[in-house]
């Protein structure tokens, strides 16, 4: 049995046994997983098992993975690894595995090296010997000086040669980044798929499209996040759709007057919409729809 554990925060320690197939995390009294640290939402994120693999989808909050990047959704996390919600760090582990242990304090050890004072007699040096001694500590210490102006000097030339770190694009409002996003959407073919509302301040993407299409949006948001700087919350409710299409059909009618006819005793023709779904083709093998997804009826 699996089990997610909250290791850090005000409620380090604690862990939720993980039985079903979804867990709301936040600071909502209804929450499965019920958090009251500083920054943390009512419904921050939400766990979900879908066949076999672990994902964390954000809703009210962001969330960040275990390489510090902010993101709306992880959608395979690994077990034992860490990821964030606020300021508290969370991962799903097997219940029978032990808790990791935090690394225990080094002492400080100060190394003591114990020198016998250096002491120069000069009393027994004659005065010549003196001056030439003086003169050459003086030629030692101008050499010493030149070649650390030297170095210092070849150390400003290469930083000045190195390329400056590519700093990311900062985002101030909403708008800016609904229309970056719109961008990064069609640069995607995902323009007509995917939705962009802006709901009291936040960006929510949303829409129903194929598994694959659900990934290619997290990789998109992903790098989203690498190449640019925002506080506007980010957030996905892109889902997966099941391939099935929103009504029943009943009957379908070939010929010139091909129509469908619908559980509700409607009639579809080549062209007629409903629901979303426009009816596109009838031939002699298949019924084609189009909308937020293509939908083929084999008959």
Aim: net charge negative; proline share 6%; aromatic share 4%.
């Amino acid at each position: 049995m699996y089990e997610l554990r909250v290791l850090s925060g005000l409620h380090q320690g604690a862990a939720l046994p993980l039985f079903g197939e979804q867990w709301s995390i936040g600071a909502h009294a209804d929450a499965d997983l019920l958090l009251n640290d500083t920054g943390i939402a009512e419904h921050h994120a939400r766990l979900r098992l879908i066949n076999g693999g672990w994902s964390v989808q954000a809703e009210a909050g962001l969330i960040q993975g275990a390489d510090g990047l902010v993101l709306a959704q992880i959608s395979d996390l690994p077990p034992n690894t860490p990821f964030s919600i606020g300021v508290v760090r969370l991962c799903v582990t097997l219940a029978d595995q032990p808790w990791p242990q935090a690394p225990a304090p080094q002492p400080l050890t100060t190394a003591v090296e114990s020198k016998a004072p250096l002491t120069l007699t000069l009393s027994s040096i004659s005065p010549a010997r003196h001056k030439h001694l003086i003169s050459l500590l003086l030629v030692c210490a101008v050499i010493l000086v030149a070649v650390g102006m030297a170095s210092t000097g070849d150390r400003e030339a290469q930083a000045s040669l190195m390329p400056t770190a590519d700093r990311k694009q900062a985002l101030a409002s909403p708008f800016e980044v609904r229309q970056q996003l719109l961008k990064m959407l069609g640069e995607r073919e995902l323009g007509q798929k995917v939705s962009l509302l802006v709901v009291n301040g936040q960006i929510v993407l949303d829409g129903e499209v194929p598994q694959d299409d659900v990934e290619l949006v997290a990789r998109m948001l992903n790098r989203f996040g690498e190449q640019f700087d925002t506080v506007v919350p980010v957030l996905s409710r892109v889902r997966a759709s099941d391939g099935t299409l929103p009504f029943k059909i009943l009957q379908i009618v070939g010929g010139p007057n091909g129509h469908v006819v619908l559980e509700t005793g409607s009639r579809l023709f080549v062209g007629d919409e409903v629901e979303g779904v426009r009816l596109v083709l009838i031939d002699n093998n298949k019924v084609v729809f189009d909308g937020a997804q293509r939908y083929e009826v084999r008959w």
